[in-house]
């Protein structure tokens, strides 16, 4: 029986270019990997262009193709998570509906799978992002790689092969706002690397804004480090003491020179606000904390479901 692999692809207003990823995928299978069945999971988070329509046409003609379109739009991280634990493959694979993870190199990661590995990563060489975003993106990767409890990998956004021994072991985890890039350390498993390079975006825009990856960046740092909180209860330390060293400087230098050294409201202002500042970043800081915890408590689910196409 030859093994079943599943390829899940999120989709959010790819209509440019859906098509266009079923036929790589399915031309992939048939030149060149003819000893493997496969199952092509689209889950579509509430497009509002024609992307459902043209899934549902193809899905008629390829009984393969299997379409998850969610109830509302439920976040780049939780949909393409939620599709692949619906996934019945022996391996599951997620392929981007803008092909900017390259099918190509789906044989070089299964030619390591049969070596053993349960899990294939694909790490990417170049990238095609603008210079901005590129030097931020790197710049979180070494701050979170240093602070994280975690195993954080460079370069990595999740393309790559998972065994169905991991998917199983990620199964019985509920986590509301999955980081699955640090969830794929985080679980464990023997783990190979496949390089590539990241080919430009042919249709469309990407769906992640700057506020999209600034919110990603506060789940991977309130989820897989305690150094924010620290740094917060060590701030606090210092500026106390630094305070009451300079209140008592200031209360001997008054002492010694009572009329040359005028009480002042300017440094008694600065000093508030600059004690304001920092109690409001703290809070900030316990509030993605406690809204994480919330998230948790609630157990809500990570995707509703308005239907499913193709699947038994």
């Not at 590129?134 to 990998?153: D, G, P, T």
Request: charged share 20%; glycine share 6%; proline share 5%.
């Amino acid at each position: 029986m030859k093994p079943l692999i599943s390829i899940v692809t999120p989709c959010y207003n790819e209509e440019a270019g859906i098509g266009e990823c079923y036929q790589a995928v399915r031309r992939l299978f048939e030149a060149r990997l003819p000893e493997y069945d496969h199952e092509h999971i689209f889950i579509d988070n509430c497009s509002t262009d024609k992307t459902v329509a043209i899934l549902k046409e193809i899905a008629t003609r390829d009984g393969q193709v299997k379409i998850i379109v969610n109830a509302r739009n439920f976040g780049a991280q939780r949909s393409p998570y939620y599709a692949m634990l619906q996934a019945r493959g022996d391996l599951v694979i997620p392929v981007l509906a803008d092909l900017q993870t390259p099918p190509a190199i789906i044989p070089e990661m299964l030619a390591r799978w049969r070596e053993g590995f349960k899990v294939v990563i694909a790490v990417h060489r170049t990238s095609r992002e603008g210079i901005l975003i590129s030097n931020i993106r790197r710049l979180f990767y070494a701050l979170i790689k240093r602070i994280s409890n975690v195993e954080q990998i460079s370069n990595f956004f999740g393309y790559g092969l998972y065994d169905r021994q991991f998917i199983e072991a990620m199964r019985p985890l509920y986590d509301p706002e999955p980081y699955f890039r640090g969830l794929v350390a985080e679980i464990g498993f023997a783990r190979a690397i496949v390089e590539y390079d990241q080919p430009i975006r042919k249709h469309g825009r990407s769906r992640h804004s700057l506020s999209d990856l600034i919110d990603l960046a506060f789940v991977a740092l309130s989820t897989y480090s305690k150094a924010p909180m620290r740094l917060m209860t060590m701030t606090g330390g210092v500026v106390a003491l630094l305070s009451a060293l300079g209140g008592c400087v200031y209360f001997v230098l008054k002492l010694v020179y009572w009329s040359s050294i005028p009480i002042g409201i300017t440094p008694m202002l600065l000093a508030t606000l600059f004690l304001g500042a920092i109690q409001l970043l703290a809070l900030g800081l316990v509030g993605e904390y406690v809204a994480l915890l919330l998230a948790y408590a609630r157990r809500f689910p990570i995707v509703i479901e308005k239907e499913r196409v193709n699947f038994d």
